[in-house]
């Protein structure tokens, strides 16, 4: 089997960022009718997870820095748009299950049926 030998270019930039200033409008239109959908997804998505975690069966203590977690996800998903990764959130069920982890729970088992206290 005869095949082409195969020639790598070395590349300048890893990352290129675009000119914003070339956009045009319609491409501009585009984006924000992309993303406005997304970005209600991701603050459904982390208004359950949060109102998951914060049941009163979890007995949680808010901390200090008990709203960063939305600022900090914001931020990182600037950074990662800018460089077409993909987003992040805090996706179910990580968050419920990281909560679980950390608790102290006692389990007792009466008539059959098992019960955890937190």
């Not at 290129?16 to 992309?34: E, R, W």
């Amino acid at each position: 089997v005869s095949l082409d030998q195969f020639n790598a270019r070395e590349v300048d930039q890893v990352f290129h960022l675009p000119d914003p200033s070339n956009f045009s409008l319609k491409v501009v239109l585009a984006g924000m009718m992309l993303g406005f959908p997304l970005s209600l997804l991701f603050f459904m998505d982390q208004n359950i997870a949060e109102s998951m975690v914060n049941s009163p069966d979890n007995k949680l203590v808010k901390g200090t820095s008990y709203h960063w977690d939305m600022m900090v996800v914001g931020c990182l998903n600037v950074l990662l748009s800018i460089f077409c990764l993909p987003w992040m959130h805090a996706v179910l069920p990580h968050s419920p299950l990281h909560v679980r982890a950390l608790a102290d729970i006692d389990e007792h088992v009466e008539e059959g049926h098992v019960y955890d206290i937190i």
